[in-house]
């Protein structure tokens, strides 16, 4: 089966904590890829990371930092000195592979709250 | 600014109608994608275009149809409208589509359909 679990539904912090959400996904592929997408309230969805499964290479950007480990099929994502700004639902998606197509699976999305 | 449109923005109907969203995909781009997503089912793929030929199918109601045209434009025919048809539909492009290259795609701003 192929699928992505966000399990937080929902996290509230107060500005300038750190926060982490959680992705784990499924699949049997040994070729995918993994992404990050931000849905701020105004709704549209944005693209944040892409992410080979060959590349287990951490990667940080500013205040954002990805930790993508093939051995829990996890890939997080880390917020440091969180925002106003950043409060959203974050999606995690995986596209495999097999089938020859470029579909995305969504998790859930766990929904944001920062705090002033 | 993804560079994808959509139009309209918001859609208001009744049961029984027809409507038809539109997709214009970033320039370049030659594989639009079109998703939904509801409050009970999250973010699905419905179904995919590349160069004006259909290329994937997901989870897409048979009421509902779709095509690209030469200029890469796409438009999301929805028939027999259902109050469960409510949703945000989101249209995104990529560069290509060649055997699951998992290509970032980018998504437009959505159409918001209330079906009353």
């Known amino acids: 089966a192929q699928k992505v679990t966000q399990a937080q539904t929902e996290i509230s912090v107060v500005e300038k904590e750190d926060v982490t959400l959680d992705c784990v996904y499924e699949?049997?592929?040994?070729?995918?890829?993994l992404f990050w997408y931000k849905q701020p309230p105004s709704g549209e969805l944005v693209f944040l990371i892409r992410?080979?499964?060959?590349?287990?290479q951490n990667e940080i950007s500013g205040r954002y930092s990805w930790n993508f480990q093939k051995s829990t099929s996890s890939f997080n994502f880390t917020i440091t000195a969180s925002q106003v700004v950043d409060s959203a639902v974050y999606f995690c998606?995986?596209?495999?592979?097999?089938?020859?197509?470029?579909?995305?699976?969504f998790g859930a999305g766990t929904r944001l709250a920062v705090h002033p | 600014d993804s560079g994808v449109t959509q139009t309209p923005k918001h859609l208001i109907t009744a049961t029984g109608q027809r409507v038809t969203l539109r997709c214009s995909p970033r320039?370049?781009?030659?594989?639009v994608y079109w998703y939904q997503q509801s409050l009970d089912q999250g973010l699905q793929f419905l179904i995919q275009?590349?160069?004006?030929?259909?290329?994937a199918k997901g989870n897409i109601l048979e009421r509902f149809s779709a095509q690209q045209f030469p200029d890469l434009h796409s438009e999301l025919n929805l028939s027999s409208l259902e109050l469960g048809d409510s949703a945000l539909y989101f249209c995104?492009?990529?560069?290509?589509?060649?055997?699951?290259?998992?290509?970032?795609?980018?998504f437009g701003p959505g159409t918001r359909l209330l079906v009353l």
């Open positions: 995104a492009s990529s560069v290509e589509d060649w055997g699951g290259s998992g290509e970032t795609q980018y």
């Open positions: 699949t049997r592929d040994t070729t995918y890829y």
């Open positions: 992410r080979n499964s060959f590349d287990e």
């Open positions: 998606a995986l596209t495999p592979i097999s089938g020859g197509y470029n579909k995305l699976i």
């Open positions: 320039s370049g781009d030659l594989s």
């Open positions: 275009y590349y160069n004006g030929e259909e290329r």
